[in-house]
């Protein structure tokens, strides 16, 4: 069965330090998506990324950047010089087969403090 | 476009009530779907929708229905309201295409309390 977990429930930084959010997913699926959201307070759900299984690159948007590594089954996400703006809950989520139903870790608490 | 609409934001039910939370996409996805959140949770599939007439249950269905019958709207009914499913309720929509599935569009929630 597939299964996200992150680990790390909360996690406190001062500003403009970097912070690492840890993802680890289990499938048996060769094809399969991976997905990080944000929560902020105000409570709605924001689109970050989307990867598939097929494509390991890492990526960097702006202050943000993923590492996918297959080999560990890990889906890291690294906010670099975090902001106050940063502080949110964070949710990775996997989805495979035809359906798109996408399955969520616990989220992880991120409090960025000036 | 608006997106993801879901009405209503705020609802109080007493246990034994019924209601339905609506939602509505206006980016003609196929996909539809239906989750809570309870507090310091992750989300978890209640029902989910690959098409207009064609519902399916997720992971947590119990004391729910759906339905289907246009490509916009999933309406999600509560039967017989009991305090567990007091919780945030989250439609979304999202589309595939060439074989591959892309990210979820989330409305905004409905805040529901059973007591």
């Known amino acids: 069965a597939q299964k996200v977990t992150q680990a790390q429930t909360e996690i406190s930084v001062v500003e403009k330090e970097d912070v690492t959010l840890d993802c680890v997913y289990e499938?048996?699926?060769?094809?399969?998506?991976l997905f990080w959201y944000k929560q902020p307070p105000s409570g709605e759900l924001v689109f970050l990324i989307r990867r598939n299984s097929f494509d390991e690159q890492n990526e960097i948007s702006g202050r943000y950047s993923w590492n996918f590594q297959k080999s560990t089954s890990s889906f890291n996400f690294t906010i670099t010089a975090s902001q106050v703006v940063d502080s949110a809950v964070y949710f990775c989520?996997?989805?495979?087969?035809?359906?798109?139903?996408?399955?969520f870790g616990q989220g992880t608490t991120l409090q960025v403090k000036p | 476009n608006a997106g993801v609409t879901q009405t209503p934001k705020f609802r109080i039910l007493k246990i034994g009530q019924s209601m339905t939370l609506q939602c509505t996409q206006d980016?003609?996805?196929?996909?539809m779907y239906w989750y809570r959140q309870d507090p310091g949770m992750g989300l978890k599939l209640i029902y989910y929708?690959?098409?207009?007439?064609?519902?399916d249950k997720g992971e947590v269905p119990n004391g729910y229905n759906v339905s289907r019958s246009t490509t916009e709207d999933f309406p999600l009914r509560l039967e017989l309201a009991a305090p567990s499913q007091t919780s945030v309720y989250f439609c979304?929509?999202?589309?595939?295409?060439?074989?591959?599935?892309?990210?979820?569009?989330f409305g905004p929630g409905t805040r529901l309390t059973v007591t």
């Open positions: 499938t048996r699926d060769t094809t399969y998506y």
């Open positions: 929708s690959v098409g207009a007439g064609i519902t």
């Open positions: 980016m003609n996805h196929n996909y």
């Open positions: 979304a929509s999202s589309y595939s295409s060439g074989g591959l599935f892309y990210e979820q569009y």
């Open positions: 989520a996997h989805s495979s087969g035809n359906t798109g139903k996408l399955i």
